[in-house]
């Protein structure tokens, strides 16, 4: 019979674990809500009133930053600006590198194959 803390220790083992790429930044974009449509700029994320519109053609935009207050900075041509979080899709670009391979159990895990975060 196994004991407590080796049970623990099997039942939080990963099977197989993936790093961020520390020399690639990830990349955000946000797009309006509604497919074709401007999205609302502003020029602090504490105004109130809309300091311009970002036309359809200018879509996606970057995010050039952290968010602060539901409010995410973007780059429209040379300025920066914020957008409301409300009013977004946000789209990242999320991949992972995979340093181990499957365990031995992979047939039992759904999704455990050695290609799995590729």
């Not at 995410?72 to 977004?88: C, E, L, Q, T």
Request: hydrophobic fraction near 40%; include cysteine; glycine fraction near 8%.
């Amino acid at each position: 019979m196994l004991s407590i803390a080796a049970l623990l220790a099997l039942s939080i083992a990963p099977v197989a674990t993936s790093q961020a790429a520390d020399a690639e930044p990830k990349e955000t974009l946000v797009e309006p809500m509604k497919a074709g449509g401007s999205l609302k700029l502003y020029a602090s994320p504490d105004d109130k009133e809309s300091a311009g519109l970002a036309p359809p053609e200018a879509m996606p935009l970057h995010v050039t930053g952290t968010q602060e207050k539901g409010f995410y900075p973007v780059a429209v041509g040379s300025k920066r600006y914020w957008v409301d979080g409300m009013d977004i899709k946000m789209r990242r670009d999320n991949r992972a590198k995979c340093n181990a391979s499957a365990s031995v159990h992979a047939a039992g895990q759904l999704g455990a194959a050695t290609n799995r975060c590729q």
